[in-house]
């Protein structure tokens, strides 16, 4: 393949990790895709398998270094329903038959 459709492969592949819920997969294989364009515009990379092989190595190898990485800088550390369950909240209004209502917790 040509440098620009290597170019072209990695923004298609940075823009469907940010259309999709993902955890971060798609965009090391767009940095791959990136770094490969550049071997190819440099005239490192000739063949066409060699291409497809470094571009496969190299996205593992950056989700299995970076992926773990970049979960703990962007997730959240808000508790999950199941984590709630059996604590206790101070009602702040009085709750409607349905049991819904204004509660604090945890401050």
Do not use: C, H, Y
């Not at 459709?5 to 990790?17: D, K, M, R, S």
């Not at 515009?41 to 773990?68: E, K, N, Y």
Request: charged share 15%; hydrophobic share 55%.
């Amino acid at each position: 393949m040509s440098w620009s459709a290597w170019v072209i492969f990695g923004l298609g592949l940075l823009v469907f990790e940010i259309l999709t819920p993902g955890g971060f997969f798609t965009i090391f294989f767009g940095l791959a895709a990136f770094v490969v364009a550049t071997l190819v515009w440099l005239g490192v990379l000739d063949a066409g398998s060699g291409q497809w092989l470094l571009f496969a190595v190299l996205g593992t190898v950056l989700i299995v270094v970076l992926r773990p990485v970049l979960r703990k800088r962007f997730e959240t550390n808000t508790p999950k329903v199941d984590q709630l369950v059996g604590e206790i909240a101070i009602a702040l209004e009085p709750m409607d038959a349905n049991g819904r209502g204004k509660v604090e917790l945890r401050g």
